[in-house]
Antibody, heavy 122, light 112 residues
Framework: EVQLVESGGDLVQPGRSLRLSCAASGFSFDDYAMHWVRQAPGKGLEWVAGVSWHGTLIYYADSVKGRFTISRDNAKNSLYLQMNSLGAEDTAFYYC???????????????WGQGTLVTVSS | DIVMTQTPLSSPVTLGQPASISCRSSQSLVHNDGNTYLSWLHQRPGQPPRLLIYMISNRFSGVPDRFSGSGAGTDFTLRISRVEAEDVGVYYCMQTTQAPLTFGGGTKVEIK
């Protein structure tokens, strides 16, 4: 069974940093691109960042570019999101999600974790 | 960035009746490889989204055949042939043709 489990969400003060992790199991992690998507409470979905299966193709949303870094460790079946200079606008549930097709960039996001909550507040 | 616009924002439907949601993109979603990367997702309250349809009309594994997707270029539609109680929630279209990936604003489906 495919499982994605996010962790690392917390209450942090503005300007601080946080690192999210996503532990994957039940599929060949190193065959699939992975993405982070966030959702502010009561709001819609916002794509944050994505990384190809080999880790060399990476894109970010403009809203996080220069502050967030996505990475993956295929040996550990894990995806990460390093978030720096956090602001109130970053408060959201953060989901990791898997591409439906192997070897591509993003054909569709077929598996999602339950999400981890990041709250930025003083 | 490609802007995705969904209509309606809200759709009260009667059980057993059809429903449809439209999604329009600000530019063509045809990729250089010839494919169109338009997906539909469904999110129930308190749950993560789940994939229904990818590449316009491909139903994901386990998705009931009452869900269907159609469209081309910049105009796309999700149809539910006969709405069931479990279909309530918010539906999102999403384009993955070009980074940054973008979602529609969502359509809330509720039972009358």
């Amino acid at each position: 069974e495919v499982q994605l489990v996010e962790s690392g969400g917390d209450l942090v003060q503005p300007g601080r940093s946080l690192r999210l992790s996503c532990a994957a199991s039940g599929f060949s992690f190193d065959d699939y691109a992975m993405h982070w998507v966030r959702q502010a409470p009561g709001k819609g979905l916002e794509w944050v960042a994505g990384v190809s299966w080999h880790g060399t193709l990476i894109y970010y949303a403009d809203s996080v570019k220069g502050r967030f870094t996505i990475s993956r460790d295929n040996a550990k079946n894990s995806l990460y999101l390093q978030m720096n200079s956090l602001g109130a606008e970053d408060t959201a549930f953060y989901y990791c999600a898997k591409d439906v097709a192997s070897g591509g960039w993003c054909t569709g996001l077929d598996r999602w974790g339950q999400g981890t909550l990041v709250t930025v507040s003083s | 960035d490609i802007v995705m616009t969904q209509t309606p924002l809200s759709s009260p439907v009667t059980l057993g009746q059809p429903a449809s949601i439209s999604c329009r993109s600000s530019q063509s979603l045809v990729h250089n490889d010839g494919n169109t990367y338009l997906s539909w997702l469904h999110q129930r309250p308190g749950q993560p989204p789940r994939l229904l349809i990818y590449m316009i009309s491909n139903r994901f594994s386990g998705v009931p055949d009452r869900f269907s997707g159609s469209g081309a270029g910049t105009d796309f539609t999700l149809r539910i042939s006969r709405v069931e109680a479990e279909d309530v929630g918010v539906y999102y279209c999403m384009q993955t043709t070009q980074a940054p990936l973008t979602f529609g604003g969502g359509t809330k489906v509720e039972i009358k």
